[in-house]
């Protein structure tokens, strides 16, 4: 390999001239932009050639929704925000945490396509706020969804100890660099410290990942007893599932029992630990999961015993499903679970005898009742790290009531009276009435709306002299009211009542007999 400068005889050219880099005397030339692992990184990091290459594979891509989404005929919203999904937003999020860094004018070329495509699937008229369109479809804006994969992958590098993110701290002097220069990228790490700054995701420890536990020729064995197996719950009465519990306790009488449980609430997540001499109570992270918790309390019943003179034990929880991921190893399972394996693994070297059974909550068996009653109320912090799987669902959870309070400031939005609440509706499947009920719910329908595409003048009711809408048709104009009272056995409805969640069976007659049909 060998570099060489750059000769010129420009006067006014520029000192920072590229380099001449040869390679078996062949000489690297030196380009504007180059394709990486399917990103185009350009010479400044705008990303604007990458954006625009996206932009226009995913329009392409496009024509496969329009083929299939005929407003009379054609793929039901489901299939169509699947296929979407899968061949389209998929090509958006990939490499979305390197592009993420983009100006936002530049991320907003790819708006169009969401939105368009958004119209596609749900059949909503060219004129319908890009609001409505996310909630009608449940898909996040684009600028939200960049976020949520971001931060997601930010909380993933931090749960594998070794990943170079976590290698990656900026220096006081270069902070101060990128702080006097605003232009500048900041490194995804901290661009992800930014966007999860003021928030209660800022500065949290998640729990890592330690995939080499066990070797592959010493993987462990772990079971369960089920003395209760055969009698359903809720055909059995509580006595019945105590006396079976006594018996099974006699026959292993020489074992000391310990119980343990997990509890979640709002605001608080706990677990709790109880033997014969002893009783522990921990609280967790709030966005710890009682899955977790019920783990952290097998975890914390084996740590108590450690030091034992005792040799023999018996862990009663209630989590069936915490005993099922105990029995099914993974390198890839629970981090606490694999905590869990490790130290039963330690403790039957030393030789200990532990067994583990499952027994049916809330049925009367006092260890049970105990054990729920502390963790419920426990108030000493246990430093415990936080999975990786419920961080996840705690920040999702998260921007969904962000999406849900931004939804709510939209009180002139029509689709807001009809829908507060952001959720998933059912979808009709016949795809002609499911479209003609969605522009009702948006309030934009050709008949009502046209005249912003055409540049013609608003229609007004001859009756009413006032300007149609579709509240104005489905409940206000007096010209409908007898066709109301026929077909809805009231004069007075409202929008919830004819086009909500549960619209009303003889809409699509009424609207038939009207002759408003074939305008929506």
């Known amino acids: 390999m060998v ?14 001239l590229d380099p001449v880099i040869h390679i078996n005397n062949v000489a690297i030339p030196v380009v504007d932009d180059i394709r990486f692992l399917g990103v ?29 989404s005929r407003t009379s005929w054609g793929a039901d919203r489901t299939s169509l925000l699947r296929i979407y999904q899968a061949v389209i937003l998929s090509s958006m999020d990939y490499g979305c945490m390197v592009y993420g860094s983009a100006r936002p004018t530049v991320l907003r070329r790819l ?4 939105h368009s495509a958004l119209r596609i699937c749900s059949g909503a008229f060219r004129t319908s706020p890009v609001e409505s369109l996310y909630v009608i479809c449940h898909q996040l804006p684009l600028h939200s969804r960049r976020e949520k994969l971001s931060a997601l992958y930010f909380f993933r590098a931090m749960s594998v100890s070794m ?10 002097g270069l902070r101060r660099l990128y702080d006097s220069r605003p232009s500048h990228i900041l490194p995804f790490c901290e661009r992800a410290k930014m966007l999860l700054h003021g928030s209660d995701f800022n500065n949290i420890a998640i729990q890592s990942f330690d995939f080499f536990c066990f070797p592959p020729w010493d993987i462990p064995q772990f079971s369960y007893l089920n003395p209760f197996s055969g009698f359903e719950k809720s055909s059995t009465a509580p006595v019945t599932f105590q006396q079976l519990f006594h018996h099974h306790r006699y026959r292993y009488s020489s074992f000391i029992p310990i119980f343990t449980d997990g509890s979640k609430s709002d605001g608080h997540v706990g677990c709790g630990v109880v033997s014969p001499s002893d009783t522990l109570s921990y609280r967790l992270h709030n966005f710890c999961s009682v899955f977790t918790a019920e783990l952290v309390a097998i975890f914390c019943a084996l740590r108590d015993i450690s030091p034992s003179n005792q040799r023999k034990f018996i862990i009663y929880t209630d989590s069936m499903s915490a005993l099922q991921t105990l029995s099914h190893y993974d390198i890839q399972m629970h981090p606490v679970a694999l905590k869990i394996l490790s130290i039963l693994h330690f403790l039957r070297k030393e030789g200990f005898s532990i067994i583990f059974c499952w027994v049916p909550s809330h049925v009367g068996i006092s260890g049970n009742e105990i054990a729920d009653s502390v963790a419920k109320f426990a108030s000493t912090f246990l430093t415990q790290d936080i999975p990786y799987s419920d961080v996840k669902k705690s920040f999702v959870s998260h921007l969904h009531t962000t999406w849900q309070n931004n939804w709510d400031l939209q009180m002139n939005n029509k689709l807001h009276f009809v829908k507060p609440f952001i959720d998933m509706w059912p979808i009709l499947p016949i795809r002609e009435l499911d479209v003609k009920l969605t522009r009702l719910r948006i309030g934009h329908t050709r008949f009502t709306h046209k ?29 409908f009211k007898s066709h109301r009272e026929y077909h809805f056995n009231s004069p007075s409805l409202t929008l919830q009542d004819l086009v909500g969640e549960n619209y009303h069976p003889n809409i699509f007659n009424f609207l038939k007999t009207i002759g408003f049909f074939m305008s929506i």
């Open 40 to 68: 185009i990184f350009d010479r400044k990091l705008t990303f604007l050639p990458h954006i625009l290459h996206l932009r226009k594979k995913c329009e392409r891509s496009l024509n496969i929704l329009k083929v299939l």
């Open 451 to 479: 005249h912003l595409i055409f540049g013609e003048r608003t229609p007004v009711c001859p009756t009413c002299h006032t300007d149609f809408s579709v509240t104005h048709i489905l409940i206000e104009c007096p010209s």
């Open 163 to 172: 990943h170079p993110i976590n290698q990656l701290a900026l220096p006081i």
């Open 3 to 16: 570099f060489a400068p750059v000769n010129s005889t420009k006067p006014n050219q520029t000192n920072h």
């Open 111 to 114: 708006d169009t396509v969401h």
